[in-house]
Nanobody, 123 residues
Framework: QVQLVESGGGLVQAGGSLRLSCAAS????????VAWFRQAPGKEREFVAS????????NYASSVKGRFTISRDNAKNTVYLQMNSLNAEDAAVYYC????????????????WGQGTQVTVSS
C-alpha cells in the first residue's frame, strides 16, 4: 500500500501563497488518483481538488477554482497544491488522499490518507 506525507503548510498572510506537497512511498504513485481535502476546526472534511493518474484531468471545489492548482510529478512520486490569494476561509488542516481505482471527490474518499499539514492565514 502507499504511504502519503504532506508538507508545505505554515502561516501566511491573507492574499499570500503556499505550495503543499504530497509525497508517496511504498508503491508506484502513478497508479493512484489523488485529491486534497481540508478540515477546519468544527467543520467537516471537505474536498478541495483532485487529479487523475496521468495528470490530464483535474477538478476543483468552487470555493478554490481559479486560485488553487493541483499538479503531479510521477517521476518524483509527488502531488502538489499551489494555493494563491489565500483568505481566512482557507485556513485548515490539508490532507492528501489517494486511491488506485477511483478519483476521490466530494462524494467518495480514497483508501489512503496522509497525516495532514496545517495552513494558517493571518489577516
Amino acid at each position: 500500500q502507499v504511504q502519503l506525507v504532506e508538507s508545505g503548510g505554515g502561516l501566511v498572510q491573507a492574499g499570500g501563497s503556499l505550495r503543499l506537497s504530497c509525497a508517496a512511498s511504498g508503491h508506484t504513485f502513478s497508479g493512484y488518483a489523488v485529491a486534497w481535502f481540508r478540515q477546519a476546526p468544527g467543520k467537516e472534511r471537505e474536498f478541495v481538488a483532485s487529479i487523475n493518474w496521468s495528470g490530464s484531468i483535474t477538478n476543483y471545489a468552487s470555493s478554490v477554482k481559479g486560485r488553487f492548482t493541483i499538479s503531479r510529478d510521477n517521476a518524483k512520486n509527488t502531488v502538489y497544491l499551489q494555493m494563491n490569494s489565500l483568505n481566512a476561509e482557507d485556513a485548515a488542516v490539508y490532507y492528501c488522499n489517494a486511491d488506485p481505482r477511483t478519483i476521490p471527490d466530494s462524494f467518495k474518499r480514497g483508501d489512503y490518507w496522509g497525516q495532514g499539514t496545517q495552513v494558517t492565514v493571518s489577516s
